[in-house]
């Protein structure tokens, strides 16, 4: 029963407070469920996204164009996105995107931390910025400041484009403030990870003990079409060998690249690329994967039967639930789960209920209870969604804010 209305939107259909809402037995016993194996406070979230529009101070930036019709394509995400994060007031727009997740998080059981994502913009290889190009912007600083003042749930990841003049001081900025994470978005801000501008800053990174986590595969929700190709989980190869750690988001479940690993070049669907990688035993310790995403209507086919069979590789996978797309309806069916062999159909009301109380909490207990198609036992492993040490990516000790790291804004 449900204690207060659903709100229906466009994108997305919860309740805005979901501490209100009880579940049915059948969806607490899902719960329940998929909490087996995982201590109190051990669910670590690698993989959430922080957004706004600059309201309230933030420093929060999205290109102009992405409001105009003239753009239907960006328009419409757009607003699928701001709908899906429960904003109502677009004058409080970052607030109440961090509002809402914060209520989110307080009524999952069982939650540790979420790793919470700047962006950077696009920068050229001649180190100017390209404003053109730039999607959205959120700000280093913003997205520490607000892990200083949730110190018990929020763990920061910065975002800095190597090719920006100021790179390396920037590491040096966030590295002395121990952050242990960076966000990279190859196809939306236009880095090659092969390219020999990075070097440096790979081994600044090392220096510091950072970990990089970026996006791999086809990327469908920021567009940049001249920006594709940088997607190719193969361009790795070079920090990879430098030994620096990286996370490779959606385990690169999406779209195909040209295999530079062989003189044809053929296209080679990028999952596969990520598991030759993965199958090396020189990257075991550095390549990591995300399973941010993996349940999505274009990503729920062969590569995801294919990361739930391959337990092998589970203990070198991380949980991500891409917040905020587990909240906006269009992209996840469990109808289609359940046709693939995912999830039982018995499965599918309880999970739909879960996702209208809090959609956070849907992402997790779904991808705990999808099995592998006819396997009756083969499913993630409780592993994935708890802290992984050996990254060496921990939360921050409160402190006196970023201006003890020196100045100058990211």
Same mark, same amino acid.
């Given at each position: 029963?449900?204690?207060?209305?659903?709100?229906?939107?466009?994108?997305?259909?919860?309740?805005?407070?979901?501490?209100?809402? #009880?579940?049915?037995?059948?969806? =607490? +016993? @899902?719960?329940?469920?998929? &909490?087996?194996?995982?201590?109190?406070? !051990?669910?670590? /979230?690698?993989?959430?996204?922080?957004?706004?529009l600059?309201?309230?101070?933030?420093?929060?930036?999205?290109?102009?164009?992405?409001?105009?019709?003239l753009?239907?394509?960006?328009?419409?995400?757009?607003?699928?996105?701001?709908?899906?994060?429960?904003?109502?007031?677009?004058?409080?727009?970052?607030?109440?995107?961090?509002?809402?997740?914060?209520?989110?998080?307080?009524?999952?059981?069982?939650?540790?931390?979420?790793?919470?994502?700047?962006?950077?913009?696009?920068?050229?290889?001649d180190?100017?910025?390209?404003?053109?190009?730039?999607?959205?912007?959120?700000?280093?600083?913003?997205?520490?400041?607000?892990?200083?003042?949730?110190?018990?749930?929020?763990?920061?990841?910065?975002?800095?484009?190597?090719?920006?003049?100021?790179?390396? #001081?920037?590491?040096?900025?966030? =590295? +002395? @403030?121990?952050?242990?994470? &960076?966000?990279?978005?190859?196809?939306? !801000?236009?880095? /090659?990870?092969?390219?020999?501008?990075?070097?440096?800053?790979?081994?600044?990174?090392?220096?510091?003990?950072?970990?990089?986590?970026?996006?791999?595969?086809?990327?469908?929700?920021?567009y940049?079409?001249?920006?594709?190709?940088?997607?190719?989980?193969?361009?790795?190869?070079?920090?990879?060998?430098?030994?620096l750690?990286?996370?490779?988001?959606?385990?690169?479940?999406?779209?195909?690249?040209?295999?530079?690993?062989?003189?044809?070049?053929?296209?080679?669907?990028?999952?596969?690329?990520?598991?030759?990688?993965?199958?090396?035993?020189?990257?075991?310790?550095?390549?990591?994967?995300?399973?941010?995403?993996?349940?999505?209507?274009?990503?729920?086919?062969?590569?995801?039967?294919?990361?739930?069979?391959?337990?092998?590789?589970?203990?070198?996978?991380?949980?991500?639930?891409?917040?905020p797309?587990?909240?906006?309806?269009?992209?996840?069916?469990?109808?289609?789960?359940?046709?693939?062999?995912?999830?039982?159909?018995?499965?599918?009301?309880?999970?739909?209920e879960?996702?209208?109380?809090?959609?956070?909490?849907?992402?997790?207990?779904?991808?705990?209870?999808?099995?592998?198609?006819?396997?009756?036992h083969?499913?993630?492993?409780?592993?994935?969604?708890?802290?992984?040490?050996?990254?060496?990516?921990?939360?921050?000790?409160?402190?006196?804010?970023?201006?003890?790291?020196?100045?100058?804004?990211?």
């Amino acid at each position: 029963p449900m204690r207060n209305p659903i709100v229906s939107k466009i994108g997305g259909d919860f309740a805005q407070d979901p501490s209100q809402v #009880e579940l049915s037995p059948a969806a =607490g +016993q @899902l719960v329940a469920a998929a &909490l087996e194996g995982i201590g109190p406070g !051990q669910v670590w /979230d690698y993989h959430v996204h922080l957004a706004g529009l600059g309201t309230g101070g933030t420093g929060c930036w999205v290109n102009p164009h992405v409001f105009s019709l003239l753009h239907p394509v960006d328009n419409a995400k757009t607003n699928l996105f701001i709908n899906a994060a429960g904003i109502e007031d677009r004058d409080r727009a970052d607030q109440q995107y961090v509002e809402r997740l914060l209520r989110l998080v307080r009524d999952f059981p069982g939650y540790g931390k979420l790793c919470v994502f700047a962006l950077d913009r696009c920068y050229g290889e001649d180190g100017r910025l390209d404003e053109k190009d730039s999607k959205v912007y959120v700000p280093n600083e913003y997205v520490y400041e607000l892990c200083q003042q949730y110190p018990d749930l929020l763990v920061p990841c910065i975002s800095v484009h190597p090719y920006r003049p100021d790179a390396l #001081e920037q590491l040096d900025k966030w =590295g +002395q @403030l121990g952050v242990k994470m &960076l966000k990279w978005m190859p196809g939306v !801000q236009g880095m /090659d990870a092969s390219h020999p501008l990075c070097e440096p800053f790979y081994q600044r990174m090392q220096a510091y003990g950072m970990v990089l986590i970026t996006h791999t595969g086809k990327e469908e929700t920021l567009y940049v079409a001249k920006f594709m190709p940088l997607n190719n989980p193969l361009l790795w190869r070079r920090p990879l060998e430098m030994g620096l750690k990286v996370i490779m988001a959606h385990c690169a479940g999406l779209g195909s690249n040209p295999d530079t690993d062989a003189p044809s070049r053929k296209l080679v669907k990028n999952y596969k690329l990520f598991l030759r990688l993965m199958e090396e035993p020189r990257y075991e310790g550095l390549l990591y994967g995300d399973i941010a995403a993996v349940t999505e209507i274009n990503r729920a086919g062969i590569s995801l039967a294919t990361m739930l069979k391959r337990t092998d590789l589970h203990s070198r996978l991380v949980y991500g639930s891409d917040y905020p797309l587990p909240a906006i309806n269009a992209v996840i069916s469990t109808q289609l789960l359940v046709k693939l062999g995912y999830l039982r159909e018995a499965q599918q009301q309880p999970l739909r209920e879960i996702y209208h109380k809090n959609p956070l909490l849907f992402d997790f207990v779904l991808k705990r209870t999808m099995k592998a198609p006819k396997s009756e036992h083969t499913r993630f492993a409780a592993s994935v969604f708890t802290h992984k040490p050996e990254l060496g990516i921990e939360p921050l000790p409160v402190s006196l804010g970023v201006a003890q790291a020196g100045a100058g804004g990211s």
